[in-house]
T-cell receptor, first 117, second 110 residues
């Protein structure tokens, strides 16, 4: 029973390139959350998605960042025209229901460490 | 709305106890506690749903006050393996969103 899978684990991009981060939730989970973490800092919420729907994207920067969770396949966090300040660890978590409706835990992936050079 | 955690950092000797607090200005649906070790993913510890609830996990337990605005995590007789950063995650809205505090860094020394 595989856990939440994120890939790649490490990603290096030059300024101006695009970064695509993938998150495959645990089997049976239809809710995905994306968080960003800078070194020695907390988990900053970015976006919450259900299959084919964005529920809350209040933590997403207005430009260059987008997220999707299609009916088939992993959730994708896309960062266009990356800048040095985008360097961080990006974690996704999944849960079978929305956490508020069942009090269920969210399981985290191992994260993608993005470095912009 | 981000919950407030305190203290920011704690240094303990093995066997000592610690309390980590998590508070919000408004009532919460639930509180989730996680521990993250350096370079690793956060690992789930426990969820509290009801006002007045207390829950335990080996020597780590937590409480949720009656007003559902504050939770505390209790670590007793700490072990070296307890070192890490502890985060509380809270739900305050109907969307099921999970917002984390800034974390409390716990260091247990021999």
């Amino acid at each position: 029973n595989a856990g939440v899978m994120q890939n790649p684990r490490h990603l290096v991009r030059r300024r101006g390139q695009e970064a695509r981060l993938r998150c495959s939730p645990m089997k049976g989970h239809s809710h995905v959350y994306w968080y960003r973490q800078l070194p020695e800092e907390g988990l900053k919420f970015m976006v919450y998605l259900q299959k084919e729907n964005i529920i809350d994207e209040s933590g997403m920067p207005k430009e260059r960042f987008s997220a999707e969770f299609p009916k088939e396949g992993p959730s994708i966090l896309r960062i266009q025209q990356v800048v040095r300040g985008d360097s961080a660890a990006y974690f996704c978590a999944s849960s079978p229901f929305g956490t508020v409706s069942g009090g269920t835990e969210a399981f985290f992936g191992q994260g993608t460490r993005l470095t912009v050079v | 709305q981000q919950p407030v955690q305190s203290p920011q950092a704690v240094i303990l000797r093995e066997g000592e106890d610690a309390v980590i607090n998590c508070s919000s200005s408004k009532a919460l649906y639930s509180v989730h506690w996680y521990r993250q070790k350096h370079g690793e993913a956060p690992v789930f510890l426990m969820i509290l749903l009801k006002g007045g609830e207390q829950k335990g996990h080996e020597k780590i337990s937590a409480s949720f006050n009656e007003k559902k605005q504050q939770s505390s995590l209790y670590l007793t007789a700490s072990q070296l393996s307890y070192s890490g950063t502890y985060f509380c995650g809270t739900e305050s809205g109907s969307q099921g969103n999970l917002i984390f505090g800034k974390g409390t860094k716990l260091s247990v020394k021999p």
